[in-house]
């Protein structure tokens, strides 16, 4: 069993930073990807970044040149540094742990944590 928990959410201004954590615990596979999606009312969940365990990543559009993910694969740890935050960054945000073993491909989430950004 994995799990993977969140933190790191809140209210900011536009303009501003916020940095979400998100720690994996159980049977985890070295070889994985973690990343953030985001969900805003009544829209899809998107991908906002992604990192594998050997550090390439993967940005949304939306976000390059603000956001940064990286990881300490010692503490199977993910994080999102978030910069000049817009209102449209409001959302909630998951974090997710893919990997493939034996064959099946295995993808966990987080339990979600609110971004609030203000005008």
């Known amino acids: 069993q994995v799990q993977l928990v969140e933190s790191g959410g809140g209210l900011v201004q536009a303009g501003g930073s916020l940095r979400l954590s998100c720690a994996a615990s159980g049977s985890i596979f070295s070889i994985n990807t973690m990343g953030w999606y985001r969900q805003a009312p009544g829209k899809q969940r998107d991908l906002v970044a992604s990192?594998?365990?050997?550090?390439?990543?993967n940005y949304a559009d939306s976000v390059k040149g603000r956001f940064t993910i990286f990881r300490d694969n010692a503490k199977n740890t993910v994080y999102l540094q978030m910069n000049s935050l817009k209102p449209d960054d409001t959302a909630v945000y998951y974090c997710n742990l893919d990997f493939r073993r034996y064959g099946s491909v295995y993808s966990y989430w987080g339990q979600g944590t609110q971004v609030t950004v203000s005008s």
């Open positions: 990192i594998t365990s050997v550090g390439s990543t």
